[in-house]
């Protein structure tokens, strides 16, 4: 069964440094997502990617963050000068079409970020 | 605005016995609602969800759930607990006419006792 592919699965880094978390959607979805969860906390929204941009995206989505379709199977998420509280499980999300279709979305296993 | 209630963060049901995991929402249009399952140090696994047509949606590993428009409802059930079962259940919703992305609940931890 096809599904979301995400690298690292686990990441520790310094507080200031850049992190780039690493995504594989479904191979013939057309929309991309993230979402992160914090510990402890319910899953939450970051952005959805479309046709080579950007969707949408929630307030917690800022210029520390940034998405890329680098090549043809890739997605990823960059997050520039992290945080202590950027430390959270990072979801990758991929659907064949877009949610207000009803579409399904589905979810790789997740990138655990600790910064320190 | 979109909103997703689980009004249970723990639910406890004997194995064998039938479980409920409850979730209300409120949106402004008309919605479509998803039932995911987290198990320790994985990803988010679809279960069911309700688009249109049959309140009763049936789902992965025996799950299945009732749509109930009038108390706004998506109650997650099943006849027979496992303990395999044991997981953390999260309620999510989608409005056709809003954001294009799903808002969960705060998720309700199943255990299932032996």
């Known amino acids: 069964e096809p599904e979301v592919t995400q690298t690292p699965s686990h990441q520790v880094t310094q507080m200031g440094q850049e992190v780039i978390l690493r995504c594989v959607p479904i191979s013939n979805h057309l929309y991309f997502y993230w979402y992160r969860q914090i510990l402890g906390q319910k899953v939450e929204f970051l952005v959805s990617?479309?046709?080579?941009?950007?969707?949408?995206k929630s307030e917690i989505f800022d210029d520390q963050f940034s998405v890329e379709r680098p090549d043809g199977s890739n997605f990823t998420l960059k997050i520039r000068s992290t945080k202590l509280e950027d430390s959270a499980m990072y979801f990758c999300a991929s659907s064949a079409q877009g949610q207000s279709s009803g579409n399904t979305i589905y979810f790789g296993e997740g990138s655990w970020l600790t910064v320190v | 605005a979109q909103s997703v209630a689980q009004p249970e963060d723990q639910v406890n049901v004997a194995e064998g016995n039938p479980l409920t995991v409850k979730c209300t929402y409120s949106?402004?249009?008309?919605?479509?609602l998803f039932w995911y399952v987290q198990y320790p140090n994985r990803g988010l696994q679809f279960l069911l969800k309700y688009i249109t047509g049959d309140n009763l949606v049936k789902g992965s590993y025996g799950f299945e759930a009732e749509f109930n428009k009038s108390q706004t409802s998506f109650h997650l059930k099943k006849p027979s607990a496992l303990v395999s079962d044991s997981a953390l259940y999260f309620c999510a919703v989608v409005t056709q006419t809003g954001a294009n992305n799903l808002f969960f609940g705060t998720g309700t931890r199943l255990t299932v006792i032996p």
């Open positions: 990617f479309y046709n080579n941009e950007i969707s949408e």
């Open positions: 949106v402004s249009g008309n919605p479509y």
